[in-house]
């Protein structure tokens, strides 16, 4: 399975709740945090929702 790195990049501040929750879900709980992640499709549907806050690429 690939894997893909995910970063946050912009604040959850005043952001929904539910897009707060799917960063928790996803490890990114600062900004700038980076995780490594195998590409599901659980997870890259999570990235979907928050797309606009979060830089992605490839491993």
């Given at each position: 399975m690939k894997k893909i790195k995910i970063t946050l990049v912009k604040?959850?501040?005043?952001r929904p709740e539910r897009q707060?929750?799917?960063?928790?879900?996803?490890?990114?709980?600062k900004a700038n945090a980076s995780r490594e992640v195998e590409a599901t499709p659980q997870i890259l549907g999570m990235v979907r929702k928050v797309i606009h806050m979060v830089k992605v690429e490839q491993v």
């Open positions: 604040s959850p501040i005043d707060k929750l799917t960063l928790k879900a996803l490890g990114l709980n």
